[in-house]
């Protein structure tokens, strides 16, 4: 197993009711299962899946990238506008 | 100097910090909590949170790109998170050069890529009591 | 808010002049004089003059101009005279608006038409201890 | 004869000596005629005449302009640099 750290922020944050919270995946996960994980049976945060964009360790990857134990996992709703 | 924090922001701080006696012109741009969002809603106040160390490396780039454009510059970044009031300052971009071209052109591209990139998320509380997370625009 | 004269610029008490809660950007352009003329030559200091009533009929003409250019905006300009060291703020414009657009636009606008047009006129101070007449750049 | 107050500015004040003079010149004079009397027998002063402008009671005028009585004349080298 490995076990992530995931902060949360706006209004990821504010679906999911926590900041920060600890979760853990089974060995080779990947981002997107993380996600899948937060996500299962909230639908207004899944409908957020396309728009947000997700850092590991403080770069921005991919939801195939593989998750390693211990990491910390930002997830991060659209920011910019004007 | 970048900076993310809860404390008010003080630009001439900011400005005294970049102070070069080879420096002739500083350009600095304040952000202010306005009274109406832009569909004209009235607002009571902002709330913004950031991911800290990933905005503080993204205010960092953007400052090395500007140099990097427009020559020799040095800028510091300030951003303000928690709840804001109308009329105070929620981010100050603050550049100095030799001379004002180039401290104009850094100011502008560090504030336009800052709204642009930087993991920075603004809360609109409008005075009807709701509230509304808002693309973190002026 | 147009001001010439020969005490020190504060840039907040400018900034403070122009605030409303309708006005999200802020931006400020200060001159400061540095210790190196344009052909390299140590400064001492400077010194200003100017021909005041014209000089502060040409700012508010300048922030006349820059309001019809750029839209609805507020200026700010202050011009110091006598006797400046380096590091010292010779002459500040700020300008606010709803955006900052806007506001980047007139404050550029309005501190190169000033260089430009305002009767103010700079003298360097060398190291050597000689003095020369020079176009009031930055 | 009009009398008129003459404001001298940076390097036509240095090379004038003087800040501020009142003249009087003859009814009908010109501006020329003010800058010409200011300028007699100085050399150098009388070498900035083309790039010098004069403003009559606060607004630019050219060297053709008549004087009137009371008037203040203010010698402005070329300002503007970049």
Aim: glycine fraction near 10%.
């Amino acid at each position: 197993m490995v076990r992530v750290r995931v902060l949360a922020f706006a209004a990821v944050r504010d679906l999911l009711g926590e900041h920060r919270l600890e979760i853990e995946l089974e060995d080779g996960s990947r981002v997107g299962a993380a996600w899948d994980r937060l996500a299962a049976g909230h639908e207004r945060l899944a409908a957020l899946r396309p728009s947000v964009r997700v850092a590991r360790n403080g770069r921005i990857v991919s939801f195939e990238e593989r998750i390693a134990d211990g990491d910390e996992l930002a997830l991060l709703p659209p920011v910019g506008g004007g | 100097m970048f900076r993310i924090g809860g404390a008010p922001i003080d630009p001439r701080e900011l400005e005294a910090g970049l102070a070069d006696p080879a420096y002739g012109g500083v350009v600095t741009f304040l952000g202010v909590v306005r009274d109406r969002a832009d569909d004209g809603r009235r607002v009571d106040g902002l709330h913004y949170e950031s991911y800290e160390p990933m905005a503080l490396a993204e205010f960092a780039a953007i400052a090395a790109e500007a140099h990097e454009r427009f020559g020799t510059v040095r800028l510091a970044i300030a951003h303000r998170v928690g709840d804001l009031q109308v009329g105070e300052i929620a981010v100050a971009v603050v550049a100095a050069a030799r001379h004002r071209g180039t401290a104009f052109d850094a100011c502008r591209y560090a504030i336009d890529e800052l709204k642009r990139r930087a993991p920075i998320w603004k809360k609109e509380r409008y005075a009807d009591g709701e509230q509304a997370w808002k693309a973190n625009a002026c």
